[in-house]
C-alpha cells in the first residue's frame, strides 16, 4: 500500500508553520514570538531496488525529477508520471523541490512509497522517509491537514445594536460563511462570551468585510457571533479532528459527570494537528501546556500520533539556538515528555528519529550550565515555572530539579539507542545530590527556591516539582509534604497549570480527599456560570464579565484551555487507579482508590484495549480486555486476564 | 534615507533559493542537486530610540507587528500603519512573518529603517539588519530582484519545418511573449544553436503551451527561437543587471578586440543576482566558478555588491553541514574569496556579519580533517578540483594546498576582526609545512597528487594550485614550472575553468607570451565559428555541430560560460599591470608588460577612480584618477598622482 512520504518531521514542521501563523488579535494578525522553522524546499527520496524495477507512477507536491542510478550511470526521467525503470538492481531517486508547502512524494505501480525509502535534504545524511496512514492516495495531499467538519446550529438570535448577534449554544471551533443582505462593508466579531461579542473595542477575533455581499473565513473559536447586518445569513461547521473517545467516566454525581464531559469536549477542541493551549488564543505549542496534556490523552483518547507530531513540531529543526518557547522549563518538559512518551507505547523508532535533534537539544542545555552544573537563566532565556512569586535569584530549585529530570531521561534514550550519552546520567546523578545539599533547608523543612539570596523562600513550586521530579527519601518527601504543600503559610498556587502538579503531589501524598471537592468547587464553579468549556483561569468569586478578564485585557483570558482538562487524568489515575507499569503497558495496575463518590464507572485506554473499573458502593468491578493487569485493592494483588472480571467486595 | 531592510543573508538566500528553482531541462524543471536554504518565515526588527518616537509609517512583506517597550511595559499596535510612538525612551520592535518570500521592514516618518536596526530570527542574537541602497521606497519591493529590460529584435526569421525560426543575431537572456494564430497547443524551442532549436529531442529549453493564443515565459538563454506556429508573433526583451562597464580594452588588433568584447558581454550576461556559471544550464551558483568571477569583476564592473551577495549566498545557514555546492574545494575557494573580497574593498563590514557562518563553515572543514591534518574525501564529499585525471588515492595533493590557504585566510579574518581563530594560522603553517613534506618529490621536482597510493602521478593540477596558493621558496617554484607545467608529457588542462589558473602561473612566472596566442586561437577560434559569447569549451578541431555537446548530450554546453572570460582579468593584470598592494586599493601598482601587442589602451577600474595605460608602440601613458599608485617600468618606480598622466618611453 503506498502512501505520501517526506523528510522526518517536515509535516509537522510545515503544518506548525501554518498553526503559528493564523493568530490574529484585534483584527491584525499576530506574528509568533518564538522562533517558528520552515520546511526544506527541495528533498530527495531514494530507493534501493534490488531487481527489475517495472513501471511506476510519481505523484509529488512540488516539481520533481526522478533519476535512476545503475552503479555511477544515470538515467533522468525529468519530471515524468509513468515511467519503465528496466532492469535492476538500480538506485531510484527522486528530487522534490518546493516553496510553497513541503517537497512530498507518492510513487505506486510495481514500486511504492513507503518508510523504507529514505529521504535527505541533499546535505544532511539520508534517512528512513516518514508517512502517515491517513494520506494512502494520490489525491489525500498531506499538505491539508485532514480535519473533519459538521454543521453546528445557531440557537439563539437577537437584533441588537443595528445587527446580529447569534448564539451557537457552546463554545465550538468552526470556518464560517455569511451573506449579507447587500454589497457593503462589514464588521464580525467572535466572541467566547457574549459580553465579548458584542464588545468593539475589546473583542479579540474580529473581521472586517470591504464590498461584498459574502465572506467565508476559517475556523475560529467562538461561542458568540455579532455581525452588523442584521439580515446576515450565516451558517457554521465545526472543524475538528476525528478522535475516538476511549475513555469515559460516570459517577453518581452530576457535576462531576458535566465537569468530565466538558473536560473531554474542552481537551478535543484542543487536540487538533498538536497539542494546543487554548483555541482562541494563542493557539499555539507550548512545550509546558503538551506535556499535561499528554497526562489527559493518556486517559482520553490514547492518541499516539498526536503526543508523536505534537513531540516532533517542538523539537524544531537545527540549529538549536534558543529554548523551546524561549522557556528553559520547557525544553526540560519536552525530553521528560519524549521519553514518558517511550515509555507509554514502546515505540522506539520515534526515539531513532528524532535522537539527533534530542542530542542537539540536550547539547544546548549543557553548554548553558554553569560550572557548579546549575542552570541560570541566560539572556534571552526566561526561567518561568509558573506565573507567580519565587525567590529567583541565581540558581531556581525547580528549574535543576527539571533539568536533573531531562538529563536523565536523555540518558535513559541514549542507552536504548546505544548512543554515547557523555556521562548523562552521572550528571544528572551529581545535579540531583547538589540540589539535595544546596536547596534542602533542614529548619524549614523544605526545599527553598535559591541558596544563593539568603532569603531562603519556599515556595510550593520547586517543592512541587522535587517531590514530582527528584529522588529523595521518604523523610524528606513527607516532610516537605508537611512544610510546603500543606502549610498555608506558603504562597498559594493561583493557576490550573500549576495547580495539577500540586494535585498530583496530594495524590502521590495519598491525600486525594480534595480531588472530587475540587471538581465541584473549581470547575463545578465554571460550569455553574455556564462555561460551556473549562477555562484557563477561574476565580469563583468573580461572577460577572470581569472573570473573563486577563493579561491587562477585558477578553483574553482562554475560556477554552487544555490544561484545565486534568480531571479526566486525576479520576482515571487515581480514582479507577489505572497506571502503566511497564513500556508500552505490557503490564499495567488497577489500583482504585473509592475517594468520596457513592458510584463510579470508569474506562481507561489501553493501546490493544481498554479497561473498566466499575464501582457501585458495594462491589469493584474490574474488566481489561488486554492482558498485563493487576488489581491491587484492599491489600491485595489479584492478575487480571484479559476478557476476565474480576469483581471484589468494597469493604 | 529610510530602506527597506531584512535579517542579514535573507536577501540572498531567498533570490538564491528562486535562482536556484528556476533551471528546466527538457521541458522538466531541474530541482537543485545541493541543498538550497530557505529563508526564515518570522524576522523581529528592533530600534531603541532615546528621545521621543513621534509618528511612523510602516510597511512590510508579511503580516506585521508593532510593539513599543518601556521596560518591562509593553504597547501593542498589531499591524496599523501609521502610528504616534509618543514619549521615549523606548524600544520600537515590530515582527514581521511571511512564508510567500522573506521578511522585510520599511518605515518612513520621524524614525527611519536603516541598519541601526537590529534583525534575529526569534532565536538566535540580534544583529544589524540589512539593506540594499535600490530598496529606498516603500513600492521599491526586495522581493523583486531590479532587472532592468531592453528589447531584443528578431534579425532573422525563417520558415521551417511547419514552423518558423527566429535569430535574434547574438545570444541573449530575455524574457519572452508569443501570440499565436490562433488558440492551440504550441510548443517552443529555445536554442543556443540555430542546431539546438531545431531539435526537438535534445533542445535542453522548450515549453509548452496548451490550448491558448498567447503565452509569455520568463527570461531563458537563446540566439534562435522555434515556433510551430509560423504565424506566431514574438517579442523578446533583454533582462540585465544595469552594470557599469569600467573596464576597458583596445588594442591593434581586431580579434584581440573582439574577444575582449565577447568576454564582457558574457560576463555580464551571467553577473545577475549572483555570478552564475551560464546563463543557459546550469544557471546555478557555484563557488569555484564564482571565485574566478571575482577576478573577472575586479577589473570590468569592480561591483562590491555583486561579489558581496555571491559570497553570501554561498554561504547559506546553519546547520552547514556538507560543502558547498557539495565540493570540498569549493568550500575553501569560498573562504580564501572572502579574504579577498575584503582585502579588495577593504569592507570588514561583512565579515564581521558573516563571522558567524564563517566560523561555521571552518569548524566544518576542520571537523573532517583526519588525524595527520590532511583532507581526504568522506561520504558525500566530492573531491573535485577539475574534470581530469588526477591520482587520487588518500590525500590529493591540491586540496591539501587549498585547504592551508583557506586555514590562513581564516586566520586572517579571526585576527581582524579580533576573534579567536583556535590556532588556524599556526595549522595552516603546519598543514603547508606537511604539503611539502609529504607531497614534494625530489626526482620528479614537482608535487606528486598523493604521496599514499606509491604512483608518484605528477598532474599540472595539484602543482598550478601549489604555484598559486601554497608558500615556497623560488627554487622549488622554478623546479616544477619546469617539471610540471612546461613539460608537454605531462598531462593538459582540458577545462577553460583550469586553464586560467595555468594561465595564471606562466604570467607569475613571467612567461606570459602565450597570452595573446591564447586569445587568437582558443577564444578566438570560438568567434571564427560563430560565437557571440564565449563557451564554456571548446575544441578548435570540432567545427560542426558536435562542438555543442557535453555531458554525453548533443546539446547541454553552455555557450555563454562566465569561467571563459578571464581575458579581461588577464590583459588588464599582465599587459596594463595593474594590481592592488593595499586594502581597499590604498595603493596599487600598475607594471606594465607589453606582450606582443603593438598598441593597447586599457582602463582598470579603481573603487574611487580608475587607471588607464595606454601604449602605442613608443610611449606608455599612465593616468590614474585615484591615489596611491606607483608605475613599475623599465626598472623604475614612478608614484603616480591622481589626475596627472605619467608618460615613459617604450624602449
Same mark, same amino acid.
Given at each position: 500500500m503506498a502512501r505520501w512520504i517526506w523528510k522526518f518531521g517536515e509535516f509537522?514542521?510545515?503544518?506548525n508553520l501554518l498553526l503559528h501563523n493564523r493568530r490574529t488579535q484585534y483584527g491584525w494578525p499576530s506574528p509568533p514570538v518564538w522562533k517558528v522553522c520552515a520546511p526544506e524546499s527541495c528533498v530527495r527520496f531514494a530507493r534501493e531496488v534490488p531487481g527489475p524495477g517495472g513501471t511506476i507512477r510519481v505523484w509529488a507536491k512540488g516539481d520533481f525529477a526522478v533519476t535512476v542510478w545503475r552503479g555511477y550511470e544515470k538515467t533522468e526521467y525529468g519530471g515524468q508520471h509513468e515511467i519503465a525503470l528496466g532492469d535492476g538492481p538500480m538506485r531510484v531517486t527522486v528530487t522534490v523541490s518546493n516553496r510553497e508547502s513541503f517537497p512530498c512524494l507518492y510513487v505506486d505501480g510495481d514500486l511504492?512509497?513507503?518508510?523504507?525509502?529514505?529521504?535527505?535534504?541533499?546535505?544532511g545524511d539520508?534517512?528512513?522517509a516518514d508517512s502517515c496512514a491517513w494520506f494512502d492516495a494520490p489525491e489525500k495531499s498531506p499538505e491539508v491537514f485532514p480535519f473533519a467538519y459538521a454543521p453546528v446550529e445557531c440557537v439563539r438570535r437577537e437584533?441588537?445594536?443595528?445587527?446580529?448577534? $447569534? %448564539?451557537?449554544?457552546?463554545?465550538?471551533?468552526?470556518?464560517t460563511a455569511f451573506r449579507f443582505s447587500g454589497k457593503g462593508d462589514h464588521v464580525l466579531r467572535f466572541g467566547e462570551s457574549r459580553e465579548e461579542a458584542m464588545s468593539p473595542e475589546w473583542c479579540?477575533?474580529?473581521r472586517t468585510v470591504r464590498g461584498a455581499d459574502r465572506a467565508k473565513f476559517e475556523a475560529q473559536a467562538f461561542r458568540y457571533i455579532f455581525v452588523d447586518d442584521p439580515g446576515a445569513k450565516v451558517t457554521a461547521e465545526y472543524e475538528y479532528l476525528p478522535l475516538s473517545y476511549r475513555g469515559a467516566f460516570r459517577c453518581d454525581e452530576d457535576i462531576v459527570n458535566r465537569v468530565w464531559d466538558t473536560a473531554a469536549y474542552t481537551f478535543h477542541l484542543n487536540s487538533r494537528e498538536f497539542f $494546543? %493551549?487554548?483555541?482562541k488564543r494563542d493557539r499555539w505549542v507550548w512545550s509546558g501546556d503538551a506535556y499535561q496534556s499528554l497526562f489527559v490523552n493518556r486517559y482520553l483518547f490514547l492518541d499516539r500520533e498526536l503526543e508523536r507530531r505534537t513531540l516532533i513540531a517542538l523539537a524544531g529543526k537545527p540549529p538549536f539556538e534558543a529554548h523551546i518557547n524561549g522557556i528553559v522549563d520547557y525544553t526540560f518538559y519536552w525530553m521528560i515528555g519524549l521519553y514518558e512518551y517511550y515509555e507509554t507505547y514502546g515505540d522506539a523508532d520515534l526515539l531513532r528519529r528524532i535522537f539527533p535533534q534530542a542530542r542537539r537539544?540536550?547539547?544546548?542545555?549543557r553548554s548553558r550550565a554553569d560550572a557548579d552544573g546549575f542552570v541560570r537563566g541566560k539572556q534571552r532565556d526566561w526561567v518561568f515555572i509558573d506565573w507567580a512569586p519565587m525567590d529567583r535569584a541565581g540558581a531556581l530549585c525547580g528549574e535543576q530539579v527539571l533539568f536533573a529530570r531531562a538529563l536523565e531521561a536523555y540518558g535513559s534514550i541514549c542507552a536504548l539507542l546505544g548512543e554515547d550519552s557523555r556521562g548523562a546520567a552521572e550528571q544528572a546523578r551529581a545535579l540531583?545530590?547538589?540540589?539535595?545539599e544546596r536547596f534542602w533547608d533542614d529548619e524549614k523543612g523544605a526545599f527553598v527556591d535559591s541558596y544563593e539570596s539568603g532569603k531562603r523562600f519556599v515556595s510550593r513550586h520547586s517543592n512541587i516539582l522535587a517531590y514530582l521530579f527528584l529522588p529523595m527519601d521518604d523523610a524528606r518527601k513527607t516532610s516537605l509534604y508537611a512544610h510546603a504543600i500543606l502549610d498555608d503559610s506558603v504562597p498559594q498556587i493561583t493557576t490550573p497549570y500549576f495547580k495539577f502538579y500540586e494535585n498530583l503531589v496530594h495524590c502521590e501524598a495519598g491525600s486525594d480527599a480534595g480531588l472530587e471537592r475540587s471538581i465541584r468547587e473549581y470547575f463545578g464553579g465554571m460550569l455553574r456560570l455556564g462555561a460551556t468549556t473549562l477555562y484557563e483561569q477561574f476565580d469563583p468569586n468573580e461572577t460577572g464579565p470581569e472573570r473573563y478578564a486577563m493579561y491587562g485585557h477585558p477578553f483574553e483570558k482562554s475560556l477554552c484551555h487544555a490544561w484545565s482538562c486534568n480531571p479526566i487524568y486525576l479520576l482515571g489515575r487515581y480514582r479507577a487507579g489505572v497506571r502503566r507499569t511497564g513500556v508500552g503497558y505490557q503490564t499495567f495496575e488497577v489500583a482504585p482508590r473509592l475517594g468520596d463518590l457513592k458510584r463510579f464507572d470508569c474506562t481507561v485506554p489501553l493501546p490493544a484495549g481498554e479497561v473498566r473499573v466499575r464501582m457501585d458502593g458495594e462491589r469493584l468491578s474490574v474488566l481489561a480486555t488486554a492482558p498485563g493487569g493487576t488489581l491491587v485493592f484492599g491489600g491485595q494483588r489479584l492478575p487480571l486476564q484479559a476478557g476476565q472480571e474480576v469483581s471484589v467486595a468494597v469493604r
Open positions: 509537522e514542521i510545515y503544518h511504492q512509497t513507503d518508510e523504507s525509502w529514505t529521504a535527505d535534504d541533499l546535505a539520508p534517512a528512513p437584533r441588537l445594536e443595528g445587527g446580529a448577534l $447569534l %448564539d451557537f449554544g457552546r463554545e465550538t471551533f468552526a470556518r479579540v477575533i474580529r $494546543l %493551549d487554548g483555541i537539544i540536550m547539547d544546548f542545555c540531583q545530590a547538589a540540589v539535595l
